[in-house]
């Protein structure tokens, strides 16, 4: 396997495509094709050009799948949690040790540009890392309950776990569900999304590589509506981990209800960043750049709402829309500051959401079209947009656009900054920026939020727990609350 970017890069700008691409499904240890031979485009955002194909799994592909994880279960829950961190942390290695061509692919696959992907990789790796360690460590408890009676409890694994993935962190996403459902003696069939199947295919592969037996982890790839539905209903499957759209999210929790199937929901997020009067406007200038316009705003935590107090907001805004504009598009494995749009039906969604604001009349301070890449007339691109002086109604403030749009609302002094903050229906995460202490831990707590950082926005990595509340979804991902979606608890109680 090739694994230097500048090399790949070079055979895919002569040949359109990438070396050592998986073909078909990944069932029970195995790439397998599909039941009907049916197969889908896979398109290169920053080109607009297809550049692989991948199968079109359908209900029967999955229970393929489903039948090789219950074979793979059996094995995997008695295998002795020390073996399961040693092939744990095999895994991580490999994936550390081939990360140049795992980063090609997804920057490929996805649009994002080659140093994010790099990071994306870089976090699949740490997160097998970190959950190897968990591995040995899930213990339960002895309960006293006097003479003639032994009772305790021990932590086995949920079962079957089916993980539906979407495109915006297709490798973090894979590790973040996968690796404590590993460690915790789970099966997993996961269901990458229509326009970034490659990683967890490769990743699949490489897992069984380091030790993983034959049907622990299974990948199906297709549309949502077929693969995807098959598998969440598929009564076999005892727990979902879904990342995706809340529209999404609403329907799987339906289908997910007759087998009363446990569920991991990480659904959208309109999330402020917060800059109080005090704050070092050079600090939130660059946080907010770095909040929207990562991954170019395809990300759920993104910082999508800048709520800011009037002081500071021509300041801050002067010189955020000169940073905007200073940001340069381009094909994903060139360099660029900011990467393409996902796809193209993506982009036009992006565009309907600026277009709608413009409509309304509000002040689109910069940005507000599509547009390609430079160099080749080429790819899905969207500039930089800022909106400026939104009302807490307004669209643009209360609905997820996924994009490189940010929705600034302007506030007087920190209390209606809380009540803006908390504005939408959403509460994933929040940046609170402020030089007062006492007022940054007030407002963090006021705040309706999953994770609250202060001075910053992302700080933390994959020991910090994740995860939304209201309609962002429930239960937590990444540190060790992520592990406990993967076991449950048993009472083993005797008479003597
Ligand atoms: P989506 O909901 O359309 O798709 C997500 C995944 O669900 C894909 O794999 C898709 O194939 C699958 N899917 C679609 N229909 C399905 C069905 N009926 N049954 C089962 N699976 C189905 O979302 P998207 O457009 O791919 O992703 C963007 C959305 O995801 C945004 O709203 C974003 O906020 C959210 N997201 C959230 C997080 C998080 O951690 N909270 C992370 C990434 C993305």
Redesign the pocket.
């Known amino acids: 396997m090739i694994n230097d970017a500048a090399e790949l890069a070079r055979t895919y700008f002569e040949t359109g495509t990438l070396p050592g691409l998986p073909e078909g499904h990944f069932i029970g240890g195995k790439f397998v094709a599909g039941s009907d031979g049916e197969t889908i485009e896979s398109f290169d955002p920053g080109s607009a050009r297809a550049f692989a194909r991948f199968s079109a799994g359908k209900a029967e592909d999955v229970f393929r799948a489903v039948e090789a994880a219950e074979k793979g279960l059996a094995v995997w829950r008695d295998t002795a949690p020390a073996e399961r961190c040693r092939v744990l942390n095999r895994a991580a290695m490999l994936i550390r040790e081939r990360a140049e061509y795992l980063s090609v692919l997804e920057s490929l696959d996805s649009g994002k540009t080659l140093d994010e992907a790099r990071g994306d990789v870089r976090s699949c790796a740490r997160l097998f890392e970190y959950y190897a360690g968990a591995a040995d460590k899930l213990e339960g408890r002895s309960i006293p309950l006097g003479a003639g009676l032994s009772s305790w409890t021990e932590r086995e694994p949920v079962g079957i776990t089916a993980q539906?993935?979407?495109?915006?962190?297709p490798t973090s996403?894979f590790a973040r569900g996968i690796a404590p459902a590993l460690a915790a003696g789970c099966a997993v069939v996961a269901?990458?999304?229509?326009t970034t199947p490659f990683t967890a295919l490769v990743l699949a592969g490489w897992l069984h590589e380091a030790g993983v037996p034959a049907g622990v982890v299974n990948v199906v790839t297709g549309?949502?509506?077929d693969a995807?539905?098959a598998?969440?209903r598929h009564p076999s499957i005892a727990h979902v981990t879904?990342?995706?759209?809340?529209?999404?999210?609403v329907?799987?929790m339906q289908?997910a209800a007759p087998n009363v199937t446990q569920l991991t929901l990480?659904?959208?997020?309109k999330s402020p960043l917060v800059a109080l009067a005090d704050s070092d406007v050079d600090k939130v200038v660059d946080g907010a750049l770095w909040a929207i316009f990562s991954n170019a705003g395809q990300?759920?935590?993104a910082g999508s709402r800048l709520v800011i107090d009037r002081k500071i907001h021509s300041e801050v805004l002067e010189k955020l829309v000169q940073k905007a504009r200073a940001l340069r598009l381009g094909h994903g494995l060139k360099g660029p500051d900011v990467g393409a749009l996902n796809s193209e039906a993506?982009l036009g969604r992006v565009h309907a959401h600026v277009e709608a604001a413009r409509q309304r009349g509000r002040s689109i301070l910069t940005g507000g079209k599509p547009v390609t890449d430079p160099e080749t007339g080429a790819g899905w691109f969207y500039e930089p947009t800022i909106i400026d002086g939104l009302p807490c109604d307004d669209p643009a403030v209360q609905e997820?656009i996924?994009g490189p749009v940010l929705a600034v609302q302007v506030v007087d002094g920190a209390d209606e900054a809380i009540a803006a903050a908390n504005g939408t229906e959403y509460g994933?995460v929040a940046g609170i920026y402020t030089r007062d202490i006492s007022e940054a831990l007030r407002l963090a707590r006021a705040i309706d939020a999953g994770q609250v950082t202060i001075n910053d926005y992302w700080a933390g990595g994959v020991e910090v727990p994740?995860g939304?509340n209201r309609k962002?979804?429930f239960g937590r991902e990444k540190g060790l609350e992520g592990i406990e979606a993967y076991v449950r608890t048993k009472a083993i109680t005797i008479r003597h």
């Open positions: 539906i993935i979407p495109w915006n962190y996403t269901k990458p999304a229509e549309l949502g509506v995807g539905a598998l969440v879904f990342t995706g759209s809340v529209r999404t999210g329907g799987v289908a990480e659904l959208g997020g990300i759920c935590s993506h997820e996924f994933l994740f939304g962002s979804g």
